[in-house]
C-alpha cells in the first residue's frame, strides 16, 4: 500500500513569492490534514479536510495561504505571498475516519524562504 | 497549540539500554499517541492508547496512561541505534491532535 505522497520534497523561494505544496493521500483515507513544524517542535495543525470539505481551518493565516482539496483526494496548499516566517516543513496527513484515529504522514516539504 | 509536554526534551543512551519518556498533558482526552521522527522525514505512528486504558504494549514498546495524573509514558527495552529519533506524544482532545516538542533520543553503540 503506498504512503502519503508530498511534492515537492524541498523548495528555495525569494520572499513575496508564491509557493505551492501538493499532497495525496493513502487510497480511501477520508481525512486529510496539513501541519506546519518549525525546528525543534511538533506539527501544528493548519486545516483539516473530511472528505472535500475543510472543517477545521481555524490556525490557517487566511490573509496569505489558502488550501482545497477537489474531488476528496488529492489537496494542494498554497502561500502567496511568502514570508520569511513561512520557512519550516509542511506536512501533510491522512486518516481513515476521524482526528481521533491514527494519521499517516508524509515526508514533509521543507520550504526555505530567503 | 501544543498541549503535550514532554519529559525529558534529549535523551542519550547506549545500546541495550531501556529508555523512557514522559508526556504530560492539560485536558481531558479521548486517547493519547505516539509517534516517531526520523531526521528530515515524516512522523510514523508507534501505538495508541485509549483514555480507558492504563497499559498497552507493541513489540519493545511499553505506554502507560494515568488520567488522574494527566500524564503518559513511553518505554523502549533494549534499544537499538536505530531507535534514534524525535519522539512525539499526541493528544486526542476537542477536535484535534495536538502534539508536543518531542524527545530526542540517541542511541549510541
Known amino acids: 500500500e503506498a504512503g502519503v505522497v508530498q511534492s515537492p520534497r524541498y523548495k528555495i523561494i525569494e520572499k513575496k513569492q508564491p509557493v505551492a505544496f501538493w499532497c495525496n493521500p493513502i487510497s480511501g483515507h477520508n481525512t486529510l490534514y496539513w501541519y506546519l513544524q518549525n525546528l525543534g517542535q511538533g506539527p501544528e495543525l493548519l486545516i483539516r479536510y473530511e472528505n472535500e470539505e475543510a472543517v477545521d481551518d481555524s490556525q490557517l493565516p487566511k490573509d496569505r495561504f489558502s488550501a482545497e482539496r477537489l474531488k476528496g483526494v488529492d489537496s494542494t496548499l498554497k502561500i502567496q505571498p511568502a514570508e520569511l516566517g513561512d520557512s519550516a516543513v509542511y506536512l501533510c496527513a491522512s486518516s481513515l475516519g476521524r482526528y481521533t484515529d491514527t494519521q499517516y504522514f508524509g515526508p514533509g516539504t521543507r520550504l526555505t524562504v530567503l | ?109
Request: proline share 2%; hydrophobic share 30%.
Open chain 2, 1 to 109: 497549540s501544543q498541549q503535550g509536554e514532554e519529559d525529558p526534551q534529549a535523551l542519550s543512551i547506549q545500546e541495550g539500554e531501556n529508555a523512557t519518556m514522559n508526556c504530560s498533558y492539560k485536558t481531558s482526552i479521548n486517547n493519547l499517541q505516539w509517534y516517531r521522527q526520523n531526521s528530515g522525514r515524516g512522523l510514523v505512528h508507534l501505538i495508541l492508547i485509549r483514555s480507558n486504558e492504563r497499559e498497552k504494549h507493541s513489540g519493545r514498546l511499553r505506554v502507560t496512561l494515568d488520567t488522574s495524573k494527566k500524564s503518559s509514558s513511553l518505554l523502549i527495552t533494549a534499544s537499538r541505534a536505530a531507535d534514534t529519533a524525535s519522539y512525539f506524544c499526541a493528544t486526542a482532545s476537542g477536535y484535534a491532535l495536538n502534539f508536543g516538542k518531542g524527545t530526542s533520543l540517541l542511541v549510541t553503540p
